[in-house]
């Protein structure tokens, strides 16, 4: 299989549909949209990690969307768990932590 670009990553090229075209042609927000990108691509790419970063997510819907008072606690708590898994292993390449994301950092 020819490898995909950083545009495409392999990881995405699993489904028939390209992930961002389905997320613009579904009409979905930013925290749904990335919700689901965690989801399928967590096997391929961070597991664990990719899990967490979808939990929080789907608990920021929860609590923008719902004004559930429990997904403030559950973002706190899946923050925590995804920081450990972050900082785990030899160090020499992680992902960007939730807290990372939202804020907007760009570099690890």
């Known amino acids: 299989m020819m490898k995909m670009s950083n545009i495409s990553p392999d990881y995405y090229s699993k489904s028939n549909m390209q ?3 389905f997320i613009r042609q579904n009409g979905l927000d930013f925290a749904t949209g990335n919700a689901i990108k965690y989801i399928i691509r967590h096997k391929a790419k961070n597991g664990k990690q990719d899990i967490l970063k979808a ?3 789907l608990s920021d819907i929860l609590e923008e969307d719902y004004g559930s008072e429990l997904a403030k606690s559950i973002k706190q708590q899946v923050t925590a768990m995804e920081d ?4 785990k292993g030899d160090g020499s390449h992680r992902s960007k932590t939730i807290e990372e994301i939202v804020r907007g950092e760009t570099s690890s």
């Not at 450990?84 to 900082?87: G, I, R, S, V």
Request: aromatic share 20%; no cysteine.
């Open 55 to 57: 939990m929080w997510y």
């Open 19 to 21: 992930l961002s075209a």
């Open 84 to 87: 450990t898994e972050a900082t």
